[in-house]
Nanobody
Framework: QVQLVESGGGLVQAGGSLRLSCAVT????????MAWFRQGPGQEREFVAS????????SYRDSVKGRFTISRDNDRSTVSLQMRRLTPEDAGVYFC???????????????????????WGQGTQVTVSS
């Protein structure tokens, strides 16, 4: 059973920064591809960033490239999302998600769709004031 718990959300002024964390309970986090999604008010959930099992490959939606950084610490079972130069368009509930276990590198895909991931956290709210 995999459990994900997000933290680090809050209220920030436009141009500010936040760091989100996802604490993962899993037998071996290194076997899971991880991602962050977000959902703004009245909007569908959208992909933000993903990271491979080893952490060596990341993928981002275009609007956050150069501002957000996804990272992971498999030993500490955490995944983080560093967000900089935030805008009101970045506001929403941010969700951590996981896909796995994946045993072979050839089976790994950095998906950007909700149904690419098997496990989800409850989310953490990010509010950006203009």
């Amino acid at each position: 059973q995999v459990q994900l718990v997000e933290s680090g959300g809050g209220l920030v002024q436009a141009g500010g920064s936040l760091r989100l964390s996802c604490a993962v309970t899993a037998d071996e986090l290194r076997l899971y591809t991880m991602a962050w999604f977000r959902q703004g008010p009245g909007q569908e959930r959208e992909f933000v960033a993903s990271i491979s099992k080893s952490g060596g490959t990341q993928s981002y939606r275009d609007s956050v490239k150069g501002r957000f950084t996804i990272s992971r610490d498999n030993d500490r079972s955490t995944v983080s999302l560093q967000m900089r130069r935030l805008t009101p368009e970045d506001a929403g509930v941010y969700f951590c998600s996981a896909k796995g276990p994946i045993y072979f590198a050839s089976d790994e895909r950095l998906g950007s769709r909700e149904n690419d991931y098997d496990y989800w956290g409850q989310g953490t709210q990010v509010t950006v004031s203009s």
